[in-house]
């Protein structure tokens, strides 16, 4: 048994599988999750665990490229999409809406991790990055 590391099997198995450009998303309790999506539900109760929770343990153990924030997080809570903005040192942000998450999110998205959070609008596509271990010549 793993001692260190993301100890949830599934979670674990998704985000090997996952490939450069490859995209997953991090979601709040409410969030419309497409019907037959994969989805590892780690909700346990209101806000636990939060999004941020989530987001501190995956960017320890994985390479992420971009993130897509909808502008409803900007408008309804700003500090929550601050905190998007920066969670992921140098990844590239897009700024979208709900709707596009909505309605495109079932085909993008290889899968779902659902949390307890309630607070509104928080929401956030992860694309994932190439790592910092490639050699390059130039």
């Not at 929770?53 to 409803?72: D, G, P, R, Y």
């Not at 998007?84 to 040192?89: E, G, I, M, P, R």
């Not at 897009?94 to 079932?106: G, L, M």
Request: net charge negative.
């Amino acid at each position: 048994m793993t001692k260190t590391s993301i100890i949830n099997r599934d979670l674990a198995k998704l985000l090997a599988a996952q490939g450069h450009k490859d995209k997953f998303m991090v979601c709040d309790a409410g969030f419309a999750i497409p019907k037959d999506a994969i989805c590892i539900d780690l909700s346990l109760k209101k806000d636990v665990p939060t999004v941020p929770e989530v987001l501190e343990e995956i960017k320890n153990h994985f390479s992420v490229e971009a993130v897509a924030i909808a502008k409803e997080t900007q408008e309804i809570n700003p500090s929550r999409f601050e905190y998007f903005k920066s969670v992921f040192d140098d990844a590239e942000v897009e700024i979208t809406n709900i709707a596009y998450f909505r309605k495109h999110s079932k085909d993008e998205m290889k899968f779902f991790i659902r949390t307890g959070d309630f607070t509104a609008f928080s929401n956030i596509a992860i694309t994932s990055g190439s790592g910092d271990g490639w050699h390059c010549e130039n």
